[in-house]
Each structure stands twice: as structure tokens, then as C-alpha cells.
């Protein structure tokens, strides 16, 4: 058998393995990819390596930034959105949720 090369990824992370083979993937790119979650519904960036955010470079997270940006023209156009940078499901590998923001014209609900 030959062993499988894990650069950067730490055993018994669930998101150091690759996402499903049936779930969504907006962008894949060399440092991350943007994926649905499976508990928020909503896009998330995963960095492929076992690493925290300030273990990448301010222009590598412009590029997530970036990506963020035209994942969520896709996923939510007509609205705003916000990059929810917090690591709440997993403490020490980064990933960002890409929540919905309020309407583009201003009001997020109609209010009587
Ligand atoms: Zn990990
Ligand atoms: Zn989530």
C-alpha cells in the first residue's frame, strides 16, 4: 500500500479530508476551496492545510476575500453579504462561512 501524502493536514480533522465527493463545490483553488457546510448550509471556505488565519499572508486572504466575494454573487444575489471568520465548528483549522447580508436596496425584511 502507498501511503498517501498529507502535507499540512492533522489526523482526525474532518475537514483535513476532502469534502464529499457529492457535495457542492463553488471554487477550488490551489490554497482553499469554497464548499457548502453541512451544518450551517451555507458557503464555507476550508483551507486545505491544517493551518489557522494568521498562518497565511495578508495577500492570500485577499485572494480568499476575493473569492468569497464572487461565491456570494452566486449564492445570494440581490443581497449583501458577510465573511463570518470565526472557527466555530473547528478551533484550529480555518474556515470562513459566507453568511447573507441585508437586501441591496437597504431593508432586510419587509416591515408593516
Ligand atoms: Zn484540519
Ligand atoms: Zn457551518
Same mark, same amino acid.
Given at each position: 500500500?502507498t501511503?498517501?501524502?498529507?502535507i499540512?493536514?492533522?489526523?482526525?480533522?474532518?475537514?483535513?479530508k476532502?469534502?464529499?465527493?457529492?457535495?457542492?463545490i463553488? +471554487?477550488?483553488e490551489r490554497?482553499?476551496?469554497i %464548499?457548502?457546510?453541512? *451544518?450551517?448550509?451555507?458557503p464555507?471556505v476550508?483551507? !486545505?492545510s $491544517?493551518?489557522?488565519?494568521e498562518?497565511?499572508?495578508k495577500?492570500?486572504?485577499q485572494?480568499?476575500?476575493?473569492?468569497c466575494?464572487?461565491?456570494?454573487? +452566486?449564492?445570494?444575489?440581490?443581497?449583501?453579504? %458577510?465573511?463570518?471568520r *470565526?472557527?466555530?465548528?473547528?478551533?484550529d483549522?480555518m !474556515?470562513? $462561512?459566507?453568511?447573507q447580508?441585508?437586501?441591496?436596496?437597504g431593508?432586510?425584511?419587509?416591515?408593516e
Open positions: 500500500m501511503p498517501t501524502k498529507h499540512g493536514r492533522k489526523m482526525g480533522c474532518p475537514i483535513c476532502p469534502p464529499p465527493a457529492k457535495a457542492k463553488y +471554487v477550488k490554497l482553499f476551496l %464548499t457548502r457546510c453541512g *451544518k450551517c448550509k451555507v464555507m476550508v483551507v !486545505h $491544517h493551518k489557522r488565519e498562518d497565511f499572508t495577500k492570500e486572504l485572494e480568499v476575500i476575493d473569492r466575494s464572487y461565491v456570494a454573487s +452566486v449564492a445570494y444575489p440581490n443581497y449583501h453579504f %458577510t465573511i463570518d *470565526k472557527t466555530q465548528h473547528w478551533p483549522h !474556515h470562513w $462561512h459566507i453568511r447580508a441585508e437586501h441591496v436596496d431593508d432586510m425584511e419587509e416591515m
